[in-house]
């Protein structure tokens, strides 16, 4: 079945540095791919998702382009804040019930 | 949109209860509906997915008689974890879906259950 591979963390960074998380898939065809994000003590959230080939996903300045060259899905952030602590999962769909699989999850610290 | 709400969010009890958890799509129908657990510093592990008016599948090594789940109305599905051991300890999210696989899930925020 379908699967996601991101790196482990945790990943501690300064204010303002630039952010890279990398996530590759293997997949039959060409789901679709998710980053979910998940603050402390707090459920999942949609962070951006693409649903086809070179497609670029975008939101609160988190950017994650679907590669299918390098089978890749990497999620990047110019200048990350204090307030971008959380821990990040890629995803894809891919269970027997159509449901999302997740990566393990990467921890971002930010330091002011 | 497209509002999940969980309830409760915390829950702690003595080893030996049963606890249910709530799971309710707000403004949209859930013919789907999936339970995951999180293990602490770990990902989300599906534990079963529930169709409205239908039994629930559950995972290998799931206990389906340890975690009974009901999805009796397209808003609402319960997970019920019966006689809770301090090993059912655990972050529990549920996650719901309209349509057919390629429609998103939207996420609870999910219950922290803590058997003493």
């Known amino acids: 079945g379908n699967s996601v591979t991101q790196m482990e963390g945790p990943v501690t960074l300064s204010e303002e540095a630039f952010l890279t998380i990398n996530c590759t898939y293997t997949a039959t065809g060409y789901p679709s791919l998710f980053w979910y994000v998940q603050y402390p003590g707090e459920g999942l959230q949609l962070l951006l998702k693409?649903?086809?080939?070179?497609d670029k996903g975008s939101n609160k300045g988190f950017e994650a382009t679907y590669r299918k060259e390098t089978t890749s899905f990497h999620l990047e952030k110019g200048s990350v804040q204090v307030s971008d602590s959380a821990v990040y999962f890629c995803a894809t769909y891919g269970g027997s019930q159509g449901n999302l699989i997740f990566g393990k999850g990467t921890k971002l610290s930010v330091k002011p | 949109g497209a509002v999940v709400s969980q309830h409760p969010s915390r829950v702690i009890c003595k080893s030996g209860t049963s606890v249910k958890i709530e799971c309710r799509s707000l403004?949209?129908?859930?013919?789907?509906m999936f339970w995951y657990r999180q293990f602490p510093k770990q990902s989300l592990m599906l534990m079963a997915t529930?169709?409205?008016?239908?039994?629930?599948?559950?995972e290998q090594g799931v206990e389906k008689d340890k975690f009974l789940i009901n999805h009796a109305s397209l808003t609402l599905s319960t997970l019920t974890v019966t006689s809770a051991h301090p090993e059912d300890s655990s972050f529990y999210i549920c996650?719901?879906?309209?349509?057919?696989?390629?429609?998103?899930?939207?996420f609870g925020d999910g219950t922290r259950l803590s058997i003493l």
């Open positions: 529930s169709n409205e008016g239908s039994k629930a599948t559950y």
């Open positions: 996650s719901a879906r309209t349509g057919v696989s390629n429609q998103p899930q939207h």
């Open positions: 693409a649903t086809k080939a070179d």
């Open positions: 403004d949209f129908q859930a013919t789907t």
